[in-house]
Nanobody
Framework: QVQLVESGGGLVQAGDSLRLSCAAS?????????????MGWFRQAPGKEREFVAA????????AYADSVKGRFTISRDNAKNTVYLQMNSLKPEDTAVYYC?????????????????WGQGTQVTVSS
């Protein structure tokens, strides 16, 4: 069973930056390669539904962002390291949430959670004002 493990969350002040990482780990099926999957980042704040943040195509050539993070967040991937990143700049208190990475086997870049079959456990990001 492939596992996605997020890291890099923490408590920061408004205007600061954080970089989240998501790495595949654990006992994987022999042919698991992150480059075979679209990777996405989602977040969920207390009392709210999980929402799309960013996603990146298998090769990294195409990306998608939620309007709320465009120009501030950048998603990238290093397929050789089976790792995807989310660089978050100019953080705002409303960015406070648990951030999850997820993998989708679709060819297109989906922005809906239902199209992602594998999820990490999440990492907390808290932005103080």
């Amino acid at each position: 069973q492939v596992q996605l493990v997020e890291s890099g969350g923490g408590l920061v002040q408004a205007g600061d930056s954080l970089r989240l990482s998501c790495a595949a780990s654990g006992r994987t099926f022999s042919n698991y390669v992150m480059s075979n999957y679209v990777m996405g980042w989602f977040r969920q704040a207390p009392g709210k539904e999980r929402e799309f943040v960013a996603a990146i195509s298998r090769s990294g050539g195409n990306t998608a962002y939620a309007d709320s993070v465009k120009g501030r967040f950048t998603i990238s991937r290093d397929n050789a390291k089976n790792t995807v990143y989310l660089q978050m700049n100019s953080l705002k208190p409303e960015d406070t949430a648990v951030y999850y990475c997820a993998a989708s086997s679709l060819i297109v870049v989906p922005t809906t959670p239902m199209y992602y079959a594998t999820w990490g456990q999440g990492t907390q990001v808290t932005v103080s004002s």
